[in-house]
């Protein structure tokens, strides 16, 4: 595990959301005849679902959360060969336009960066 979930880890440990994650999904009555995957599912959707509303009411852990998720973004699906040059690649004209059209529009933006430093 990376040094962000490590740290994500730690915290939800500190603020006791791993407690409450346990009491809610221990205390709250499983509808009748659902199977065991399905209520798991459903415990998940509602953590996932009150871990953000905790995030938006705590700017500290909303950056560690998006820390570690970033992490493990990077860790697991953008890995390095994502951004490894390719060999005989080719963009479109399409794929082309846009770079320059988001170029400049990053000049631009550093640009008015630039003149709201001086102000």
Known sequence: MNDALNKFKAEMEKRGLFRKITVAANMIPPPPGLNPEALI???????KEALIMYAQK??????????????????????????????????????????????????????????????
């Not at 599912?41 to 953590?47: D, E, S, W």
């Not at 990077?74 to 490894?84: A, E, G, K, N, V």
């Open 41 to 47: 599912a459903i415990h998940k959707l509602a953590a």
């Open 58 to 119: 705590h700017d500290d852990f909303s950056d560690l959360l998006a820390e570690a998720a970033f992490d493990n973004l990077f860790d697991t699906i953008l890995t390095d060969d994502l951004f490894r040059p390719v060999e005989g690649f080719a963009p479109t004209d399409e794929e082309q336009a846009k770079m320059k059209k988001a170029e400049e529009t990053a000049k631009a933006l550093s640009g008015l960066f630039d003149i709201l430093k001086n102000i």
